[in-house]
């Protein structure tokens, strides 16, 4: 398998960051038709990652059209996007919408950030990730915290600083594609009756 290049990194971060979709889905018309939809595309990804990691056929299938974006730890194990839909699913059920939205906001926004910048200009690091990338994760979400009708500033702030050290250090192994938007969402929904 090809080592993971910049330029793959970038096709496989344009393709997550394709998921604000469903954040912004969730904010412009709410978790009643945005959670179904996300739960059956859930099944559907993740049966098909399931699929591909015993059948040889359907293996080789994927490699051809997503091998680009597949990093090397993936390619016998949950892609990325099982792992996001997955979040975001558990995220829309345990959350009410704007707690949910800011979590999917922050993981499909910040994390692509925080990637691109880590592996560019990443020279502090910090386990696999560079501090430098956690800063511009931070930066990101504090900015997108802005844009988000109805979420306080400083909710924003504070979410944005747990969502970095999830971002960064991780919760108990699981891939940050899930604990970001329901660790993020945890803490709007504490904070945000607060502010």
């Known amino acids: 398998m090809l080592s993971f290049s910049y330029n793959r990194e970038i096709k496989r ?35 098909f990652d399931i699929i591909r990691n015993r059948n ?6 994927y490699n051809k059209l997503f091998q680009i974006m597949t990093r090397p730890q993936e390619s016998n194990n949950l ?5 996001l839909l997955f979040g975001a699913s558990i995220t829309m059920l345990l ?8 979590g999917l906001l922050f993981l499909s926004i910040g994390d692509s950030v925080a ?24 930066i990101s979400c504090v900015i997108i915290s802005l844009f988000i009708p109805g979420l306080n500033i400083w909710v924003g702030v504070i979410s944005a600083s747990v969502a970095t050290v999830v971002e960064l250090v991780g919760i108990f192994k699981l891939n940050d ?13 504490i904070f945000g009756g607060l502010f």
Do not use: C, M
């Open 115 to 138: 990637a691109l910048f880590g592996r560019k200009y990443g020279k502090t690091k910090i386990g696999h990730k560079s501090l430098e990338g956690s800063i511009a994760f931070f």
């Open 177 to 189: 594609n899930f604990t970001i938007p329901i660790v993020t969402a945890l803490f709007v929904q």
């Open 79 to 83: 892609t990325g996007a099982s792992w």
């Open 13 to 47: 971060k344009l393709f997550h960051l394709s998921s604000s979709v469903i954040g912004i889905s969730l904010l412009l018309v709410g978790k009643s038709i945005v959670l179904p939809i996300t739960i059956l595309l859930t099944f559907i990804v993740l049966f």
């Open 95 to 102: 959350f009410d919408e704007l707690p949910s939205a800011t």
């Open 56 to 61: 040889t056929i359907i293996k080789d299938l």
